[in-house]
C-alpha cells in the first residue's frame, strides 16, 4: 500500500539537503508507539537479517537551494509505502488527526492524503523510482575491518543482490520460502545518487526500470521497497 500525503504550512518548510534522517524520524514519531518501537528496535528477522517493512519517497514539491538547504515554499508531498496494514493505517490516522506536525523545525499540517494499493498481476512491471534503490555488500579487509562496496544497475551483481534481498523479505513477512530469478533492466539513462545519511555516504540508482521475476517478490518489493536501506528513505517506486 502506498500513501500520498500533503503538507502544507504558514512558512517556508526548509530542511537540509540531506534530510533523509529527519523524515526517518518524523514517520516513526507519527504511528503508534508500540509499532514504532517494534520497527525500530526489532522489525521483521530472518537469517539474522532485520527488515522495518516500509520506504518513502524523495519529498516531493518545487523548492530552491539555499546554501546546503532546501526551501520548499509553503507545500510538498511525501510518499509513503508498506506491506503492512497496521502501519499504513496508523500513520494515516495521526497525520489526519494531529493538528500540528513537526518535520525538523518546521510546523506543518496535513492537507490531504491518498491511498493507492499498487498491485502486481503479471511476471513484470515497470517502474520509476521515487528514491534511490540502494544495492550493496559488505566485505572485510585484510586488517578485518570492513567496508561497502555498492552496486548499479547492469553490474553482475546487482540483480543477484535484489533477488536475494527481496526472497528474506518475503520470508520475514510470510514464513515461507520461495525461489525466482530478479530481472532488473533500465529503461533508459540511471542516475547515480550520493546521500548522507548521518554522516554516512549512501550510493543509490534512479531511473525507470523493468523488473521481471515472481509475482510475489515483485510485490513485495513494490511494497516494502526495493533494494537495501528502504527505511532510511530508499527503493520507494511507482509503478507505471
Known amino acids: 500500500m502506498q500513501i500520498r500525503i500533503s503538507f502544507i504550512s504558514d512558512k517556508d518548510i526548509v530542511l537540509p539537503i540531506h534530510y533523509n534522517s529527519i523524515v526517518q524520524a518524523f514517520i516513526y514519531s507519527n504511528i503508534d508507539k508500540n509499532l514504532a518501537h517494534f520497527l525500530h528496535d526489532r522489525g521483521f528477522m530472518t537469517n539474522g537479517r532485520t527488515f522495518k517493512m516500509f520506504s518513502f519517497s524523495r519529498i516531493i514539491g518545487r523548492f530552491k537551494i539555499q546554501e546546503d538547504q532546501m526551501n520548499f515554499g509553503t507545500k510538498m508531498q511525501i510518499l509513503i509505502s508498506s506491506p503492512l496494514d497496521d502501519f499504513c493505517k496508523s500513520i494515516a490516522n495521526n497525520m489526519l488527526q494531529r493538528n500540528n506536525l513537526f518535520i525538523g523545525q518546521n510546523s506543518i499540517k496535513t492537507e490531504q492524503i491518498e491511498i493507492n494499493n499498487q498491485y502486481v498481476t503479471e511476471d513484470r512491471i515497470v517502474v520509476n523510482t521515487l528514491s534511490p534503490i540502494v544495492v550493496y555488500s559488505t566485505f572485510l579487509k585484510p586488517d578485518n575491518s570492513k ?5 548499479m544497475p547492469r553490474e553482475p551483481d546487482f540483480n543477484r543482490l535484489i533477488k536475494d534481498n527481496l526472497i528474506k523479505k518475503y520470508n520475514a ?6 525461489e525466482s530469478d530478479i530481472e532488473v533492466i533500465p529503461l ?6 550520493l546521500t548522507y545519511y548521518k554522516n554516512t555516504i549512501i550510493k543509490g540508482a534512479s531511473g525507470k526500470f523493468l523488473i521481471k521475476g515472481s509475482k510475489d517478490l515483485l510485490q513485495v518489493g513494490v511494497d516494502a521497497g526495493f533494494g537495501s536501506k528502504n527505511s532510511q528513505g530508499f527503493g520507494c517506486v511507482k509503478v507505471i
Open 188 to 193: 533508459g539513462p540511471v542516475k547515480q545518487n
Open 173 to 178: 513477512l510470510t514464513n515461507e520460502t520461495i
Open 147 to 151: 567496508y561497502t562496496c555498492y552496486f
